[in-house]
């Protein structure tokens, strides 16, 4: 990205009554962070916005980090959105099935995802080798000189941390130097408290059922959640299985109302996830899913669960199978 292409399309915006900036579909902390901050800097430019989302904030940190920061945001129902309005998406990509086309002009994609944007936007930032949309939004800052406030600096690391589980996968150089800004300026210790604070009492039960259901073959776990779950929560149980040693990648799976949903965690470097969910759903038109190299999410279509599925039990052989070659590529390495 360059400075001028950035400093065009906010002198674009100026002329603009209001800005929509909209987080993708059930968002998570970094793009919560991130759409915070890109609305802060546009305020210090002189251009008024919203803040919006589809979906729901299913996270108590992520519940917290609102409450706490004071962040303005609302559910796209509530915005009261016009065809006029100018939409900037943020930490997602228009076109991809986690952003709800709302109504009005999609006009910039500012995002850390493998995505592809639409061509005629006003201005387009995406960057995938960073770990966190957060970074980008600290370059913005400092491509226009601002201050970064307490505020912002912490929603920003707490961001930032939790997209690359605190600085430990798919970290760049850029996100390093972001991360000793935000230090600097951020109420560390609020940023601890919202990052220690991720479940709640009720959820614990969670992390037993996967305990009891995961399944490990050679390296590789698969755990179904049947009980209810919230969405984002199926990344929390990915992250908390990576932990167990025997495994290096690992797949979480509910049955939805659209299908069955998918959390995939991977810290072997032959096999990326990411590439895994588009190859096995997208490509082959039987779901959606996309994300990193090391953690991806997605979705089975309803209409196609008898490849996935059998009456006994829920296989998610087509993946697995996927991984396993990939995860194989090791042996042979070795």
């Known amino acids: 990205m360059k400075t001028s292409a950035l400093i065009n399309f906010v002198q674009k915006l100026s002329s603009l009554q209001r800005v929509v900036i909209q987080a ?3 968002p998570d902390h970094d793009a919560i962070a991130s759409a915070y901050a890109m609305s802060v800097l546009l305020k210090e430019l002189g251009i008024d916005s919203i803040i919006v989302y589809n979906g729901e904030i299913d996270r108590i940190s992520l519940s ?3 409450e706490w920061l004071n962040i303005p945001v609302s559910h796209c129902s509530k915005a009261q959105l016009t065809t006029m309005d100018k939409i900037i998406t943020i930490d997602g990509c228009i076109g991809e099935r986690n952003v709800t086309d709302m109504p009005g002009e999609e006009i910039a994609v500012i995002d850390h995802h493998v995505v592809t944007p639409p061509n005629n936007l006003w201005f387009s930032d995406v960057r995938e080798d960073y770990g966190a949309t957060a970074t980008i939004l600290f370059e913005y800052y400092q491509a226009f000189n601002i201050n970064m406030s307490k505020d912002v600096a912490t929603a920003l690391l707490v961001g930032l941390k ?3 589980a605190h600085m430990t996968r ?3 150089s850029a996100d390093l130097k972001a991360f000793v800004m935000f230090n600097q300026q951020a109420d560390l210790a609020l940023v ?3 990052c220690r604070n991720e479940i709640t009492y009720s959820e614990l039960n969670l992390f037993e059922h996967v305990c009891q259901s995961v399944k490990q073959t050679e390296g590789v776990g698969l755990a179904t959640v049947s009980i209810d779950c919230p969405k984002n929560m199926l990344g929390i149980l990915g992250d908390f299985l990576l ?3 025997e495994l290096d990648v690992v797949v979480i799976a509910q049955s939805s109302q659209r299908g069955i949903q998918l959390s995939l965690r991977s810290e072997c ?3 990326d996830v990411a590439k ?4 096995q759903l997208n490509i082959k038109n039987l779901g959606f899913g996309g994300g990193h190299p090391h953690m991806a999410g997605g979705i089975v279509f309803k209409d196609f669960l008898s490849e996935f599925i059998t009456e006994k039990e829920l296989h998610l052989s087509p993946i697995i199978d996927s991984i396993l070659a990939l995860r194989s590529t090791r042996l042979h390495a070795g």
């Open 24 to 26: 993708h579909d059930y």
């Open 64 to 66: 917290n980090m609102i």
């Open 162 to 164: 939790i997209d690359t």
């Open 170 to 172: 798919g970290v760049c």
């Open 192 to 194: 601890n408290k919202i």
């Open 243 to 245: 932990t167990v040693n």
């Open 269 to 271: 470097q032959y096999v």
């Open 276 to 279: 895994v969910v588009r190859d």
